[in-house]
């Protein structure tokens, strides 16, 4: 600790006498820690002496052990630290080896870089951590709205192959399964046959009943034949009241027996609302499939089939001409 020679000479003790207490700054030691501090003084008079700063101010002092990292600041009384104008009564210096502070930097450095590492280890398992529940969050709503869209595409497939009055297949559909069949077939060789039928005076029951009681009648008509066909037959609503039914593996003789006793349940189970015990009958035409067919052709052998069962007389059941089988 340094005080400046101005504050000595008006204090109210003695002048110190002694010389080494004198220093090239204008000062005198009030106190050291060190006896290196002549020493140091003496270095640093080769530099011009300033004004002690309030704030902290460090210079490099080459000694003849080496440099010296040197810090120093404003020693101020009570008078100057309250009104900020008078003039430090003195300084204050502390000293270090360069090669310590340096030392000291480096292991400071090494700390802050440890640490930082740390940190930044810390922040990115964080982020990682986050990301993933995120992440996870996020498959979870995904795999959500992944199985409602399954289900919507399912609702809608089923929208778009189902006639939805009657139950049955869609024209489009079952044409399609139509085709599968036949493409099946030409590998199986089984026997496959077509039934094509009609609501009888169906015209007559819309103009004297209503188109909704109509639909009903068809309605009605679907779901017995849904109900009475094997899981794998192909029930289908080719147009207006026409309906077809496809028998994989069924003969001719069998097919004729299995649309004798459809228009049979028809006629017994289903009456026209409203009508005072009407029955309903259908027509049907029976075609057996020949090698070589085309599934319009096939369906045409039904329809020849069906219109001659309709001028017939209706109620009825008739085997197309071409598949007659031979029973001799």
Same mark, same amino acid.
């Given at each position: 600790?340094?005080l400046?020679?101005? @504050?000595?000479? @008006?204090a109210?003790w003695?002048r110190p006498?002694?010389?080494?207490?004198?220093?090239?700054?204008?000062?005198?030691?009030?106190?050291?820690?060190?006896?290196?501090?002549?020493?140091?003084?003496a270095?640093?008079?080769?530099?011009k002496?300033?004004?002690?700063?309030k704030?902290?101010?460090?210079?490099?002092?080459?000694?003849?052990?080496?440099?010296?990292?040197?810090?120093?600041?404003?020693?101020?009384?009570?008078?100057?630290?309250r009104?900020?104008?008078e003039?430090?009564?003195?300084? $204050?210096?502390?000293?270090?080896?360069?090669?310590?502070?340096?030392?000291?930097?480096? +292991?400071?450095?090494?700390?802050?870089?440890?640490?930082?590492? !740390?940190?930044?280890? !810390? $922040?990115?398992?964080?982020?990682?951590?986050?990301?993933?529940?995120?992440?996870?969050?996020?498959?979870?709503?995904?795999?959500?709205r992944?199985?409602e869209?399954?289900?919507?595409? #399912?609702?809608?497939?089923?929208?778009? +192959?189902?006639d939805?009055?009657?139950?049955?297949?869609s *024209?489009?559909?079952?044409?399609? #399964?139509?085709?599968?069949?036949l @493409? *099946?077939?030409? #590998?199986?060789?089984?026997?496959?046959?077509?039934?094509?039928?009609?609501?009888?005076?169906?015209?007559?029951v819309?103009?004297?009943?209503? +188109?909704?009681?109509g639909?009903?009648?068809?309605?009605d008509?679907?779901?017995?034949?849904?109900?009475?066909? *094997?899981?794998?037959?192909v029930?289908? *609503?080719?147009?207006?009241?026409?309906?077809?039914?496809?028998?994989?593996?069924?003969?001719a003789?069998?097919?004729?027996?299995m649309?004798?006793?459809?228009?049979?349940?028809?006629?017994?189970? !289903? !009456?026209?609302?409203?009508s005072d015990?009407i +029955?309903?009958?259908?027509? $049907?035409?029976?075609?057996?499939?020949?090698?070589?067919?085309?599934?319009?052709?096939?369906?045409n052998a039904?329809?020849?089939?069906?219109?001659?069962?309709?001028?017939?007389g209706? @109620?009825?059941?008739l085997?197309?001409?071409t598949?007659?089988?031979?029973?001799?």
């Amino acid at each position: 600790m340094l005080l400046n020679e101005a @504050n000595v000479e @008006n204090a109210t003790w003695s002048r110190p006498d002694e010389p080494e207490s004198r220093t090239p700054c204008g000062c005198f030691i009030e106190a050291t820690s060190s006896s290196e501090l002549s020493a140091l003084l003496a270095e640093r008079s080769t530099t011009k002496w300033s004004k002690p700063p309030k704030s902290v101010r460090t210079i490099l002092v080459n000694m003849a052990n080496g440099p010296v990292a040197l810090t120093e600041f404003a020693l101020s009384d009570y008078v100057g630290e309250r009104d900020g104008s008078e003039t430090p009564v003195g300084r $204050i210096l502390i000293w270090k080896s360069a090669s310590d502070v340096v030392q000291e930097l480096n +292991h400071n450095t090494w700390i802050n870089i440890i640490y930082g590492i !740390i940190g930044f280890l !810390i $922040i990115e398992l964080a982020l990682f951590l986050g990301i993933r529940l995120v992440l996870g969050q996020l498959k979870q709503t995904v795999d959500e709205r992944t199985q409602e869209i399954q289900v919507l595409n #399912r609702q809608l497939e089923e929208i778009a +192959h189902q006639d939805m009055l009657t139950g049955v297949s869609s *024209r489009h559909y079952f044409m399609m #399964r139509f085709q599968q069949e036949l @493409n *099946r077939n030409q #590998r199986s060789k089984q026997p496959m046959t077509l039934l094509m039928m009609d609501v009888d005076y169906f015209k007559r029951v819309n103009d004297t009943w209503g +188109h909704q009681v109509g639909d009903q009648v068809l309605s009605d008509l679907g779901h017995l034949m849904v109900e009475n066909s *094997r899981n794998y037959d192909v029930v289908g *609503r080719y147009g207006g009241e026409e309906f077809c039914l496809l028998l994989p593996g069924v003969d001719a003789v069998t097919g004729l027996q299995m649309a004798e006793k459809l228009r049979e349940r028809v006629e017994r189970q !289903i !009456i026209i609302p409203g009508s005072d015990g009407i +029955h309903v009958t259908i027509s $049907i035409g029976v075609a057996l499939y020949a090698k070589g067919q085309s599934a319009e052709e096939l369906i045409n052998a039904a329809d020849q089939a069906l219109y001659k069962a309709k001028r017939g007389g209706r @109620n009825r059941c008739l085997l197309a001409e071409t598949a007659t089988p031979n029973l001799c």
